[in-house]
């Protein structure tokens, strides 16, 4: 098992990514840590974890509070010992598919804010035990939004891009003490469409312009290479391979898991 014996936090983890990589973090054999805003949410992947015979245990936590986070990684390292893979896969809820002429300055900064701080807030909290015990891996999650162009993606684009060279940088900083970091940057994902916050950004993005979501999905499905977009499972198996002992020598990286809509 790619993750046995890890001890691995996901915050956001009742989230669409958060709890598809749980169920395979689990599979994989971690001892899960699961943090979140929405109990019922984090109950609900709870119950996926334990349903593949894992440990997990879950906590209320707000990922932008650094004294909240901090307190749950102290007591993470108090009952487990150790934190050997640190997830965040906090999601915002967000205005995109507007011109700038129609976004509010607080539409523009709210992703990005949201995403930078809550991306420093954990990892700040987890490189501490991290770095002590001189090994680990935090991984951030981007979107196409980096690389991409266009009407409606300022706010987005801004916060993706900003996240990606954070985590370039936090690499450089821990690798000497052996912490890895990688950012995994997926599509829009279809499957992703059930989960309250995402199905009605998207249902937003569509109706902005003038069309319906599923002929919005179908569109960015012509976009790619493959001709399909990137599913949660797919998501979720990569999450572990980057977190294991497998890719020990990867570090500073940005991974396009967007069914080749971006080339590199």
Same mark, same amino acid.
């Given at each position: ?76 390292? !108090? /009952? =487990? *010992?150790? %934190? ?6 906090? +999601? ?5 598919? $507007? ?106 993005? !569509? /109706? =902005? *312009?003038? %069309? ?6 179908? +569109? ?5 290479? $493959? ?38």
């Amino acid at each position: 098992m790619l993750l046995e014996h890890k001890v691995a936090v996901i915050h956001g983890g009742g989230g669409s990514i958060g709890g598809a990589a749980a169920r395979v973090f689990a599979r994989e054999g971690a001892r899960l840590y699961l943090a979140g805003r929405s109990l019922p949410r984090l109950e609900a992947a709870a119950t996926a974890v334990r349903a593949e015979g894992a440990d997990v245990a879950i906590a209320v936590v707000d990922a932008m509070d650094q004294a909240a986070v901090d307190r749950h990684v102290d007591e993470v390292v !108090a /009952a =487990a *010992g150790r %934190i050997d893979v640190a997830l965040n896969a906090v +999601g915002f809820d967000h205005v995109q598919g $507007l011109p700038i002429a129609e976004t509010s300055l607080d539409d523009y900064l709210h992703p990005v804010v949201g995403y930078l701080q809550t991306n420093f807030v954990t990892a700040k909290a987890v490189s501490r035990p991290m770095i002590a015990q001189r090994g680990g891996v935090i991984l951030t999650i981007s979107t196409p939004g980096a690389r991409l162009t266009g009407r409606g993606l300022i706010g987005n684009a801004a916060q993706s891009a900003g996240l990606e060279g954070f985590s370039r940088a936090l690499a450089g900083e821990l690798g000497p003490d052996g912490v890895r970091v990688v950012c995994v940057r997926p599509h829009a994902m279809s499957d992703a469409v059930a989960t309250s916050y995402t199905g009605e950004m998207f249902g937003r993005i !569509a /109706a =902005a *312009g003038g %069309i319906p979501m599923e002929d919005w999905l179908t +569109g960015l499905e012509g976009m790619t290479m $493959l001709g399909r977009l990137p599913t949660l499972d797919e998501i979720a198996e990569y999450l572990a391979f980057a977190a294991s002992d497998r890719a020990r020598s990867m570090t500073g990286a940005i991974a396009n898991l967007s069914a080749g809509a971006l080339v590199d």
